[in-house]
């Protein structure tokens, strides 16, 4: 079936831009996790949702990061007046539930450079 | 103190080698592990979960010591397509979020 989607695949944008980035999780999956990965660099969480519930935006590192989930379903990160240390790949992953035992399904990630 | 602590290596082993990573988690709640592969410029993806008596799958046995804290991944016989980083997962405890280790670079030769 369909893993998860994530547009755009590259996204080259110069400083103090808005950036949006679209992530459509697995079908059916009720979890949905934004991170990103700067070069050589590990994971770092942003935010979740899990449901209907409010989400967990512990990780975002400034009031510039924002992000939605719709209907469930399609998320959307959004970074205001992007810095060129926002360069990074954002990953976007879902899982079944919101449970620290369930796998998380990763996208292909969105590359984003800030020129 | 990082939450998941791995040796970043990389770890240089020739065919048919057998390597160990290990991994160190600090918070003491924590209740699910796993070990995620990434390849380069690509998304990490599940290689296994980790079972308290310990589980193998394969070439692949990996362990979980609680009481120290501690998970290692065995692979045995390497292989050149085990090249890949190693990412040692554990989960938040309460904040029901997965921790990332920052991987363990393996790199088999020829």
């Known amino acids: 079936g369909a893993g998860v989607s994530q547009s755009p695949s590259n996204k080259v944008t110069e400083k103090g831009k808005d950036v949006e980035l679209r992530c459509d999780p697995i079908s059916g999956h009720t979890a949905l996790y934004w991170y990103r990965q700067s070069l050589g660099q590990g994971l770092e969480f942003l935010i979740y949702f899990q449901g209907n519930s409010a989400p967990d935006k512990s990780g975002l590192p400034s009031d510039r990061f924002s992000a939605e989930r719709t209907g469930g379903s399609v998320s959307t990160l959004t970074i205001q007046r992007t810095q060129q240390e926002d360069s990074a790949v954002y990953l976007c992953a879902s899982s079944l539930r919101l449970a620290g035992g369930d796998e998380q399904y990763f996208g292909p990630g969105t590359r984003l450079t800030v020129t | 103190r990082k939450e998941v602590e791995q040796d970043p290596g990389p770890f240089n082993v020739p065919e048919g080698a057998t390597v160990a990573f290990n991994c160190t988690y600090s918070?003491?709640?924590?209740?699910?592990f796993f070990w995620y592969r990434q390849d380069c410029r690509k998304e990490p993806k599940l290689l296994m979960s980790?079972?308290?008596s310990g589980n193998e799958d394969g070439r692949f046995t990996a362990q979980l010591n609680r009481a120290s804290q501690y998970i290692s991944l065995l692979i045995r016989d390497s292989k050149l397509s085990d090249s890949a980083t190693y990412l040692c997962?554990?989960?938040?405890?309460?904040?029901?979020?997965?921790?990332f280790g920052t991987g363990t670079l393996l790199a088999v030769q020829p």
């Open positions: 997962v554990v989960d938040g405890g309460a904040t029901n979020k997965l921790i």
């Open positions: 918070n003491s709640a924590s209740q699910s």
């Open positions: 980790v079972y308290s």
